[in-house]
């Protein structure tokens, strides 16, 4: 009986070495591999607003884009007459004298413009 039980303290000994050793872990099932997803649709085909938009909206749009782009370039004609003329009163200027109102209000309404555009450009 003695061998028994020492047999059998030796068995559970090693399993506590083992399992210390290792760390205990429950048997887990294999992991299945995680399938790839599907790739998307191509690039063409994946802007629904694209397919659905009627031809009376794009072209809304289009004369849209045009009357904007026809008002942006009238705006930067006008600020570069701005500031051409300005440019010439300055250069009329002796540097010792101060310079107008009529010069700053020149400045500003530059500024003005300039912020407008900018804004446009922007969309």
Known sequence: MRKT????LITVAAAGCLVARNGFSFPQAPKKPIPFPTPPEAAETRNPAAGEAKPE?????????????????LGVDRLYQLASELKQEVEKVPTNEIFSVQMYKRTEEIEKLAKQLKAKARG
């Open 5 to 8: 039980r020492r047999a059998f």
């Open 57 to 73: 909206r794009q072209t809304a749009r289009r004369i849209a884009l045009q009357k904007n782009e026809k008002e942006f370039r």
